[in-house]
C-alpha cells in the first residue's frame, strides 16, 4: 500500500499558497521552510507545481538508458568529458574501490553552457554542455524535467530568503551558469550485505544550496537532530528536500546541511536528485547579517565550485585517478572529510 502524508517522518511543508497566494501565504510558507531547514534540514515538499506524470516519464527514461547493455551505456562514460557528463558506472563511485563499494550507477547531466564558454575550455570545472544517449524523445523528457525542477529551485531559493529577510536578488545573483546537476540514479541490485563498506550511497551532507529529490523506493536515511538515523520512505506526489552545504554557510549554522545515506537493501531501485547550485566561482560566506564571529570562524569563505570539485575529486574514482596522473592539477586542497559531516550517535543499520 502506497504510503501518504501522515507517514511522514520529516516535516511536510505545503508549497501551494506560493503558487496563488498572498504575501502572507508566502510568508507563512516561508515560515514553515525556515523551520524545517533550521530543525532537520529534511523535509518533503507538497503542492509544487510539477505534475506527477512528469515525474513518472522522467523514471521512465531513467529506466529505459539503464536498462541498456553496459557496452551501449559505456559509450557515453562520464570519463571522457571533464566536466562530469554522461554514464557513471558504480564502479567510478568513491576513490577507494573496491574496499568501499556504492551499489548505484547514473546518467549525470547539469546546467547547458555553450562549447566556449571559458570554464569549459578550462576543463575540470563542472560546466559545458550536455550529452546525451541515442534515444528519440529522450533528451526532451530527462531536460523538461531538469527546468520544471530548477525553476522549483527558483522558487524554494526566492521563499528561503523570504524566511532569512534578506534580498533574493542577494542569492539570485550567483546564478548564471550554475553547477546544478541532474542524476537518474539506478541502485543496482546485487546479494552484498548492508554494511558501511557496502552502501547504496554512503553517508556524506549535499554540497550546493540544496537538493531537489524524486525517489522510487526505500532506503534513504537521514540523520535526525539526534544524530540518529530515521527513514524517509518515499511517498507518491512528493519531493524531498535538504539544505546543502552552501545554504548552512549563508546562514551562519542557522540551517543544516543534513547528513544521509542509502543502505544497500540488495533490490533495483531509481532515484533522481536535482543538485540546486551557484556559478562555479561564486564565493560563498556568511550573509551579512549572519556574520557573526564565530560563524565567520566557522564558515571561511569558499568557491562554489571549488567546493563542489574538492567533494566530487574524492567522490568519483575517474576523477582521482586523473589527479594522481597529474591530467590536472587542481588549484585546491583534497579534504580527507567533508568539514559539514557528522557522525551519527548509533551504528550502521543493515
Not at 61 to 90: D, I, L
Not at 187 to 209: L, R
Not at 249 to 271: A, C, L, M, P
Request: with cysteine; aromatic share 12%; proline share 7%.
Amino acid at each position: 500500500m502506497a504510503l501518504t502524508i501522515d507517514d511522514a517522518t520529516l516535516p511536510v511543508v505545503d508549497l501551494g499558497p506560493l503558487m496563488t497566494g498572498t504575501q502572507a501565504d508566502r510568508t507563512r510558507v516561508a515560515a514553515a521552510l525556515g523551520k524545517a531547514a533550521r530543525e532537520s534540514g529534511f523535509f518533503y515538499i507538497i503542492n509544487h507545481g510539477i505534475p506527477q506524470e512528469q515525474v513518472e516519464a522522467t523514471f521512465a527514461a531513467s529506466k529505459q538508458f539503464h536498462e541498456m547493455t553496459r557496452s551501449e551505456k559505456m559509450k557515453y562514460w562520464c570519463g571522457f568529458t571533464t566536466h562530469h557528463r554522461g554514464f557513471v558506472p558504480y564502479e567510478e563511485n568513491g576513490w577507494d574501490f573496491p574496499k568501499t563499494i556504492n551499489f548505484n550507477e547514473a546518467w549525470d547531466m547539469s546546467y547547458e553552457a555553450p562549447a566556449d564558454h571559458p570554464d569549459y575550455l578550462a576543463g575540470w570545472r563542472m560546466t559545458g554542455p550536455n550529452v546525451w544517449p541515442d534515444l528519440p524523445g529522450w533528451k526532451e523528457t530527462v531536460s523538461g524535467y531538469y527546468d520544471a525542477v530548477f525553476a522549483l529551485g527558483l522558487k524554494l531559493l526566492d521563499t528561503l530568503a523570504l524566511e532569512l529577510q534578506v534580498d533574493p536578488a542577494e542569492l539570485r545573483q550567483h546564478i548564471n551558469v550554475p553547477c546544478s546537476q541532474l542524476r537518474l540514479l539506478h541502485y543496482v541490485a546485487n546479494d552484498m550485505p548492508a554494511t558501511k563498506e557496502m552502501m547504496g550511497i554512503g553517508a556524506h551532507s549535499d554540497f550546493e544550496c540544496f537538493t531537489i529529490l524524486a525517489t522510487g523506493g526505500p532506503g534513504l536515511q537521514v540523520m535526525n537532530a539526534d544524530d540518529v538515523w530515521i527513514e524517509a520512505p518515499p511517498i507518491p506526489g512528493t519531493f524531498v528536500v535538504n539544505i546543502g552545504d552552501i545554504f548552512e554557510t549563508w546562514s551562519g549554522g542557522q540551517f543544516k546541511s543534513t547528513q544521509h545515506r542509502v543502505i544497500n537493501s540488495g533490490r533495483e531501485r531509481y532515484s533522481m536528485p536535482l543538485f540546486f547550485g551557484f556559478d562555479y566561482h561564486a564565493v560563498v560566506e556568511p550573509l551579512e547579517k549572519f556574520r557573526t564571529p564565530e560563524a565567520v570562524a566557522r564558515y571561511p569563505p569558499m568557491a562554489a565550485g571549488e567546493h563542489l570539485m574538492r567533494m566530487t575529486t574524492k567522490g568519483f574514482r575517474y576523477m582521482s585517478d586523473a589527479r594522481d596522473k597529474g591530467v590536472f592539477i587542481p588549484d585546491y586542497e583534497i579534504p580527507d572529510e567533508n568539514p559539514f559531516k557528522r557522525e551519527a550517535k548509533q551504528p550502521a543499520q543493515g
